[in-house]
């Protein structure tokens, strides 16, 4: 590696003899191998050739592993961990040296492109400083030597001065008060100097290097911080949090899921500056029971709620039948039917949580703050994600938000019916969910009843009091009966999100006015005009094929209609 600078004779003469001269001696040679060891800026080539030559001339016939736990026992201690790793991993034909050498490079490699920044925070300042050179002046009539002597305790570096200070418990002066020094006569003083310091610094000899180390960091450690900002913990300022975002407050509400907010002193109206897509619902995918599925993440929510229909769909094991009765927020009763273990997966992470099941919620599942604080979840809602973190604050697993899907709700038949061969029938159906107002769905029929020929329309239908009437035609050349509550399709919409953003109350102060929680109400734009659907037939006919669109007219009022189209009729 380093043949580039061997320009002149000699030091390439010495070189060679270095490379190729063989040592007689076994004894030296396996010292020679035993304590060699990496320097701080030697290559990994060089360090490789340096033990391949020692491992031949000590024993031509050393085997390959032999010689790798050799390469690996000499190596600097920041690669040796990751070298051993990899080597582990591969097969037993596989671990040569000529392998270990590819590794220990690309190792070296990827330490040297991922240098850590170095931290722009302020370096660690300690509250105590050297109390000899800040307390006391050196002495008119001190001896020359004896000045000599405080000089070099004057010049003790921080480290020792801490150290120095654990030792001598009688000097509590701080630095960021003035000293109170009572006046001493000049001899007394001299006298006491010069023999505390000549105490201290023969303590400080005796005090090894790594120990001093250690007892600083480990007051630097044992140091107690106040309650941080942002997520409540001691082990850290909150400007050094890991939480803490560049463009102002951490969360929503200003706080960790789970903080207290009457800890922080923030002024309210720095919370007003909420943009209309974090007043959406938190929707996430999760896999529920092995079967991936959407879920909502709320934190207003005590309680995680599932779906009967989903659960249904999904494999589940022993259902607990129990009886509950919850309240949604606005005051509407949710039926709970008992209750289930569910595995809900993110990333790959799996987590348990025992979760309610209701009968009558729009959302196939809620995940409240029973699952939110047993997992240890953070809500990231600048960033658009969630994190599940382990005990130690570690992130473990993080999905981002999606985009609200559109609620699907089943039609159902109100009353059985009978159709005769070959007609038409305009049906009264419903929705076995309530919808609190009137508005405009998309209807889309189920295939099963295409395979039977009784045919649907897609369409646009208003629903008013969770009702609505559809036409259906039998295709048939004998009569159809349908019972009471066939499912006949689904419907589709997206709701008017009522959605709120309570901000906290924060504690009556002489700086801080007094407040009270302000909600922001975010309405979507619905610009859909209602639309119906007439009766396409009028009388009774035979239908040999039909296909059914719904298209929309391109006029001023921009009303929908549904069209029959492809249709081929016979005469009554």
Same mark, same amino acid.
Request: aromatic content about 8%; charged content about 20%.
């Given at each position: 590696?380093?043949?580039?600078?061997?320009?002149?004779?000699?030091?390439?003469?010495?070189?060679?003899?270095?490379? /190729?001269?063989?040592?007689?001696?076994?004894?030296?040679?396996?010292?020679?191998?035993?304590?060699?060891?990496?320097?701080?800026?030697?290559?990994?080539?060089?360090?490789?050739?340096?033990?391949?030559? %020692?491992?031949?001339?000590?024993?031509?016939?050393?085997?390959?592993?032999?010689?790798?736990?050799?390469?690996?026992?000499?190596?600097?201690?920041?690669?040796?961990?990751?070298?051993? !790793?990899?080597?582990?991993?591969?097969?037993?034909? &596989?671990?040569?040296?000529? $392998?270990?050498?590819?590794?220990?490079?690309?190792?070296?490699?990827?330490?040297?492109?991922?240098?850590?920044?170095?931290?722009?925070? $302020?370096?660690?300042?300690?509250?105590?400083?050297?109390?000899?050179?800040?307390?006391?002046?050196?002495?008119?009539?001190?001896?020359?030597?004896?000045? #000599?002597?405080? @000089?070099?305790?004057?010049?003790?570096?921080?480290?020792? &001065?801490?150290?120095?200070?654990? #030792?001598?418990?009688?000097?509590?002066?701080?630095? !960021?008060?003035?000293?109170?020094?009572?006046?001493?006569?000049?001899? @007394?003083?001299?006298?006491?100097?010069?023999?505390?310091?000549?105490?201290?610094?023969?303590?400080?000899?005796?005090?090894?290097?790594?120990?001093?180390?250690?007892?600083?960091?480990?007051?630097?450690?044992?140091?107690?911080?106040?309650?941080?900002?942002?997520?409540?913990?001691?082990?850290?300022?909150?400007?050094?949090?890991?939480?803490?975002?560049?463009?102002?407050?951490? %969360?929503?509400?200003?706080?960790?899921?789970?903080?207290?907010?009457? +800890?922080?002193?923030?002024?309210?109206?720095?919370?007003?500056?909420?943009?209309?897509?974090?007043?959406?619902?938190? /929707?996430?995918?999760?896999?529920?029971?092995?079967?991936?599925?959407?879920?909502?993440?709320?934190?207003?929510?005590?309680?995680?709620?599932?779906?009967?229909?989903?659960? +249904?769909?999904?494999?589940?094991?022993?259902?607990?039948? +129990?009886?509950?009765?919850?309240?949604? &927020?606005?005051?509407?009763?949710?039926?709970?039917?008992?209750?289930?273990?569910?595995?809900?997966?993110?990333?790959?992470?799996?987590?348990?949580?025992?979760?309610?099941?209701?009968?009558?919620?729009?959302?196939?599942?809620?995940?409240?703050?029973?699952?939110?604080?047993?997992?240890?979840?953070?809500?990231?809602?600048?960033?658009?994600?969630?994190?599940?973190?382990?005990?130690?604050?570690?992130?473990?697993?993080?999905?981002?938000?999606?985009?609200?899907?559109?609620?699907?709700?089943?039609?159902?038949?109100?009353?059985?019916?009978?159709?005769?061969?070959?007609?038409?029938?305009?049906?009264?159906?419903?929705?076995?969910?309530?919808?609190?107002?009137?508005?405009?769905?998309?209807?889309?029929?189920?295939?099963?009843?295409?395979?039977?020929?009784?045919?649907?329309?897609? $369409?646009?239908?208003?629903?008013?009091?969770?009702?609505?009437?559809?036409?259906?035609?039998?295709?048939?050349?004998?009569?159809?009966? %349908?019972?009471?509550?066939?499912?006949?399709? @689904?419907?589709?919409?997206?709701?008017?999100?009522?959605?709120?953003?309570?901000?906290?109350? %924060?504690?009556?102060?002489?700086?801080? #006015?007094?407040?009270?929680? +302000?909600?922001?109400?975010?309405?979507?734009?619905?610009?859909?005009?209602?639309?119906?659907?007439?009766?396409? /037939?009028?009388?009774?006919?035979?239908?040999? /094929?039909?296909?059914?669109?719904?298209?929309?007219?391109?006029?001023? $009022?921009?009303?929908?209609?549904?069209?029959?189209?492809?249709?081929?009729?016979?005469?009554?």
């Amino acid at each position: 590696d380093d043949n580039m600078s061997l320009t002149q004779w000699e030091q390439l003469k010495f070189a060679l003899l270095e490379r /190729f001269t063989r040592c007689d001696s076994s004894s030296k040679l396996f010292e020679q191998l035993k304590e060699r060891k990496q320097k701080t800026d030697e290559t990994i080539t060089s360090y490789y050739d340096a033990i391949i030559k %020692l491992c031949h001339e000590y024993d031509p016939s050393m085997s390959q592993k032999m010689i790798i736990s050799w390469l690996e026992n000499g190596i600097k201690d920041s690669l040796k961990i990751p070298i051993k !790793r990899q080597m582990k991993a591969l097969s037993d034909s &596989a671990r040569t040296t000529q $392998a270990f050498l590819k590794i220990a490079k690309d190792e070296q490699e990827l330490q040297e492109e991922n240098v850590p920044e170095r931290k722009t925070t $302020a370096p660690y300042i300690p509250y105590f400083s050297n109390t000899v050179s800040t307390t006391l002046k050196t002495p008119e009539n001190i001896h020359p030597s004896e000045s #000599q002597h405080l @000089h070099q305790t004057q010049t003790t570096n921080t480290r020792e &001065a801490n150290n120095l200070y654990q #030792q001598q418990k009688h000097f509590n002066v701080q630095q !960021r008060s003035p000293p109170r020094i009572r006046h001493i006569p000049s001899q @007394h003083r001299s006298f006491n100097l010069q023999s505390q310091s000549s105490t201290s610094l023969r303590n400080i000899q005796h005090i090894p290097t790594e120990h001093a180390a250690s007892n600083n960091s480990s007051t630097m450690n044992m140091r107690q911080y106040g309650p941080c900002s942002i997520c409540q913990r001691n082990n850290h300022r909150t400007i050094d949090c890991y939480y803490k975002k560049p463009f102002g407050c951490f %969360l929503l509400a200003g706080t960790r899921d789970g903080g207290h907010s009457s +800890k922080l002193k923030q002024h309210p109206s720095t919370n007003y500056n909420i943009t209309s897509k974090f007043s959406s619902p938190i /929707f996430i995918n999760v896999q529920v029971n092995g079967k991936r599925q959407h879920a909502i993440i709320d934190t207003g929510s005590a309680v995680t709620i599932i779906n009967q229909q989903l659960l +249904k769909n999904i494999h589940h094991k022993k259902f607990m039948y +129990k009886h509950k009765s919850h309240k949604s &927020a606005n005051s509407t009763s949710i039926n709970i039917i008992g209750e289930i273990q569910l595995e809900i997966k993110i990333q790959g992470h799996t987590t348990l949580i025992l979760a309610d099941v209701a009968t009558n919620i729009i959302s196939d599942l809620l995940l409240g703050n029973d699952w939110i604080a047993e997992n240890n979840v953070i809500v990231d809602s600048p960033q658009r994600h969630i994190f599940l973190t382990d005990k130690y604050y570690q992130i473990i697993a993080t999905t981002p938000f999606i985009k609200p899907p559109d609620i699907h709700l089943p039609i159902l038949l109100i009353d059985e019916i009978t159709l005769p061969p070959y007609s038409e029938k305009l049906i009264n159906v419903k929705t076995a969910s309530p919808i609190k107002n009137t508005i405009d769905v998309l209807f889309e029929p189920t295939h099963n009843l295409y395979s039977k020929q009784i045919l649907l329309a897609n $369409a646009i239908l208003k629903m008013e009091n969770n009702t609505s009437h559809i036409m259906i035609i039998n295709a048939n050349d004998r009569q159809r009966t %349908l019972s009471k509550n066939t499912k006949l399709g @689904h419907i589709s919409y997206q709701t008017e999100l009522n959605n709120y953003c309570i901000l906290p109350v %924060l504690s009556e102060d002489d700086n801080y #006015q007094s407040t009270y929680s +302000k909600s922001f109400n975010y309405k979507r734009n619905n610009t859909r005009k209602s639309g119906s659907c007439d009766p396409l /037939f009028r009388e009774k006919r035979k239908v040999r /094929f039909t296909d059914f669109t719904c298209g929309k007219e391109h006029d001023e $009022a921009q009303q929908h209609r549904c069209c029959l189209s492809r249709t081929i009729s016979i005469p009554k």
